[in-house]
């Protein structure tokens, strides 16, 4: 399992987005299909951008805000 401690943090362009949620994309915050080769349970989350946003996005599959950051990481 690839997720990472901390969380991606950039922009994402206006649109809907599917986005990584099994920590195995080599695209992140991107799904890149790897979830269907690990057979991951975890499938892309649908995000819309209603513009360009800054965003904050879980990399380590504990927000209970998924795909956005909620500060889990942080958390022991
Ligand atoms: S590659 Fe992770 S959800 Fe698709």
């Known amino acids: 399992m690839a997720y990472e401690p901390r969380p991606w943090v ?5 649109g809907t ?3 990584c949620a099994c920590g195995e994309s ?4 991107y799904c890149d299909g790897s ?8 499938t ?5 951008a ?3 946003s800054q965003v904050a996005v879980c ?3 504990r927000s209970g805000n998924a795909p956005l950051c ?3 990481h942080q958390r022991a």
């Open 26 to 29: 080599a695209n992140k915050p």
């Open 59 to 61: 990399q380590c599959g």
């Open 44 to 48: 892309p989350a649908l995000f819309k």
């Open 50 to 52: 209603e513009a360009d």
């Open 10 to 14: 950039g922009t994402i362009p206006e």
């Open 17 to 19: 987005h599917r986005l």
């Open 70 to 72: 909620d500060g889990s």
């Open 35 to 42: 979830h269907g080769r690990t057979g991951s349970a975890r």
